[in-house]
């Protein structure tokens, strides 16, 4: 995995729509301008930390999923796996 502006982008622009906001609005509630925003979302300029800080806050989602598009959904299936790989290797061990 690694970060892609564009995809990050596309991220930002759906959580956009989904909330009801147009560019304007949504810019005025993370303070840059509707420009920035704009290139924000087509991925020609990456957003600052503290910036996607601001939106997974006001859009109500984690940095992983901004970032990496990693949902906990994601986390719970990994999680899942690994415990019946731990069952498993326990019930080959008894027997």
């Known amino acids: 995995m690694y970060f892609d502006p564009k995809e990050v982008g596309k991220r930002i622009a759906k959580l956009r729509e989904l909330l009801g906001y147009n560019q304007e609005q949504y810019s005025q509630k993370i303070n840059i301008s509707r420009s920035a925003l704009s290139k924000i979302e087509i991925g020609d300029r990456s957003p600052s930390i503290d910036l996607l800080i601001e939106i997974a806050e006001l859009s109500g989602v984690t940095l992983d999923y ?10 719970n299936k990994k999680l899942g796996l690994q415990s019946v790989i731990s069952f498993l290797t326990e019930l080959e061990r008894e027997m």
Do not use: E, V
Not at 66 to 75: A, C, F, P, S, Y
């Open 66 to 75: 901004l970032i990496l598009g990693r949902t906990q959904q994601d986390g």
